[in-house]
């Protein structure tokens, strides 16, 4: 909305809000959702949606970032396309188990996304509604950083049981995050947990050392009565899954995603 001034006042969706459910055959939506980009969102989501699935869950995966889409690298599906199936809709790409689509399975990397607001939202109903997505027990949305026209085109659209709040330590971080938290209460969106990833590194002696500052992630969760569900290392193993396409999370045994999991599980009633 623009002001007499010429300044541009914020949308009010207080209240506003009509929903919808274009993906009906998810029994649980989980939206992972930051305010600034660059805090390890993306990498989390994917991890997280390979350990529910090591956990005997049908996952699905969206990647609701239309213009900084990720998801197919970190998942190994870089230059997969898609295929029509049943109804004339897309089938999603099947991956360590996980249905995946994204607008990176439509275009090449290197091509920009140069839409206005009207298309993103068209782009996206039909990642939902044009999809085969069968039965599942949870889908994963990664939405992009921010506040703005994607988060609420999948408000209108998706009935979203839980968001997760991803931030790094600093407080320039967590002041977005801040306006997230806004966001999804006056649309009466449950927040369940905040993660505080890239939190630490630890050396080879065993010692822990905080390289963006200590505790923003708790002492936001704390702020607004969110479950805290811990801090995730700053670790080259986890890049380098992702840059190889293959999370970190297929690792056997005890990793941090397979506890983070564990505790959406017990959140979403899984």
Not at 1 to 14: F, L, N
Not at 122 to 141: F, I, T
Not at 160 to 184: E, H, Y
């Amino acid at each position: 909305m623009i002001s007499a001034s010429g300044v541009s006042e914020p949308i009010s969706i207080r209240g506003s809000v009509q929903k919808r459910n274009l993906i009906p055959s998810a029994k649980k939506v989980l939206a992972v959702a930051s305010g600034k980009g660059g805090v390890g969102k993306s990498s989390l989501a994917v991890n997280l949606a390979v350990a529910l699935g090591k956990q005997g869950k049908k996952v699905g995966l969206l990647d609701a970032d239309i213009y900084g889409p990720s998801v197919t690298h970190m998942m190994g599906l870089a230059g997969v396309g898609l295929t029509v199936g049943e109804n004339d809709k897309m089938n999603p790409v099947v991956q360590f188990g996980i249905k995946t689509i994204s607008v990176g399975n439509l275009v090449p990397a290197e091509q920009a996304m140069i839409w206005r607001g009207p298309m993103v939202h068209q782009l996206l109903q039909q990642l939902m509604s044009d999809v085969n997505w069968g039965e599942l027990d949870v889908l994963v949305l990664d939405l992009p950083p921010g506040t703005g026209d994607v988060h609420l085109t999948m408000i209108q659209t998706l009935q979203v049981d839980g968001v997760l709040l991803v931030t790094t330590p600093q407080s320039i971080a967590v002041n977005d995050v801040r306006k997230c938290v806004d966001m999804f209460r006056k649309v009466n969106i449950p927040l369940i947990g905040v993660v505080e990833n890239l939190a630490y590194f630890e050396c080879e002696h065993g010692s822990k050392y905080y390289p963006f500052g200590k505790e923003g992630g708790r002492r936001l969760a704390e702020e607004f009565n969110i479950p805290f569900f811990g801090e995730l290392a700053l670790m080259s193993e986890i890049m380098e899954g992702a840059e190889a396409g293959k999370p970190y999370a297929l690792r056997d045994g005890v990793n941090p995603f397979a506890t983070l999991s564990e505790k959406i599980i017990e959140s979403l009633n899984l």
